[in-house]
């Protein structure tokens, strides 16, 4: 398959058209209305410094369904104990940059460039984009971001610097976005970390027609509002087996 150039004024093609690995185009832009466009799609931007702007639509994609997030006896003990604090879009700068810096200290390349960062927070403003915040007292010591839209959650990045603080904030989104009725979390490409909590491989013309059916719902746009209580999140997210089924959830 070839990979497409893209104009700052030019649609995305197909996202089925994206080549073996994943890559569907090269340019265009980072501004909000490019980026919804994209998300809309199943496409995504990934790419280093050095790169230019690369669009992505890997196949198979990464999804959690609300209902199959498996949670472990540690970590339900670990919630119980309310050690920590839970927010959501507190301190969504905090978030980003912290997602960045953990992989620029471990010496790894990050797509969550300068460029990157400043497209983020203005789909923060303008109610898209949401965080979850983990805090042990005044420190923020993991969390994620993502996009949202519709039924769909897009996720992004997390971090954690505490052992499962990522693992509680996924419990906290799981949470919330099972009390709007979203239909999943977009993790895009396969990770042990989230297999590991119950996300499956989704084969991409599916992924791409649940998205289309997602998005008939309505957007939950602006500040987002965590009050679950943790036994709220262990009873919301206790898991169960998973079979394959190729209709949406509902």
Same mark, same amino acid.
């Given at each position: 398959? /070839?990979?497409? =150039?893209? @104009? ?12 073996? #690995?994943?890559?569907? $185009? ?24 050095? !790169?230019?702007?690369?669009?992505? $639509? /890997? ?6 369904? /609300?209902?199959?997030?498996? *949670?472990?006896?540690?970590?339900? +003990? ?26 620029? +200290?471990?010496?790894? #390349? ?25 805090? !042990? %007292?005044? !420190? ?11 039924? $769909?959650?897009?996720?992004? @990045? ?11 904030? *996924? ?6 976005? &099972? &009390?709007?009725?979203? #239909?999943?979390? #977009?993790? =895009?490409? /396969?990770?042990? %970390? ?6 499956? +491989? ?7 027609? =649940? ?8 957007? %939950? ?5 965590? @009050? ?9 997210? $206790? ?12």
């Amino acid at each position: 398959m /070839p990979v497409f =150039q893209l @104009s700052e004024k030019s649609i995305f093609p197909p996202a089925y058209l994206a080549r073996f #690995d994943g890559l569907l $185009c090269v340019g265009g832009d980072l501004s909000p209305a490019r980026l919804l466009l994209a998300y809309k799609n199943g496409i995504f931007p990934w790419f280093s410094n050095n !790169e230019p702007i690369l669009w992505w $639509c /890997p196949d198979p994609r990464l999804v959690l369904y /609300p209902e199959n997030f498996k *949670i472990s006896k540690s970590l339900k +003990k670990k919630i119980r104990k309310n050690y920590f604090k839970i927010t959501m879009d507190k301190a969504f700068q905090d978030i980003i940059y912290a997602c960045a810096q953990t992989r620029v +200290k471990k010496n790894q #390349d990050t797509w969550i460039t300068n460029n990157m960062i400043k497209a983020y927070i203005k789909l923060y403003k303008k109610g898209y984009a949401h965080s979850v915040e983990i805090w !042990e %007292h005044k !420190e923020l010591i993991g969390g994620l971001y993502g996009i949202s839209l519709g039924g $769909c959650f897009f996720g992004e @990045s997390m971090f954690s610097k505490v052992s499962d603080a990522s693992k509680i904030a *996924i419990a906290a989104l799981n949470t919330h976005i &099972k &009390k709007l009725k979203f #239909d999943f979390i #977009d993790c =895009q490409i /396969p990770t042990n %970390h989230m297999l590991s909590l119950g996300a499956v +491989k989704v084969p991409r013309n599916i992924f791409l027609d =649940q998205i289309k059916l997602s998005l008939k719902k309505k957007n %939950h746009k602006g500040i987002w509002e965590f @009050s679950g209580f943790e036994d709220k999140i262990i009873n919301d997210n $206790c898991g169960v087996d998973y079979k394959f089924n190729s209709n949406i959830r509902q």
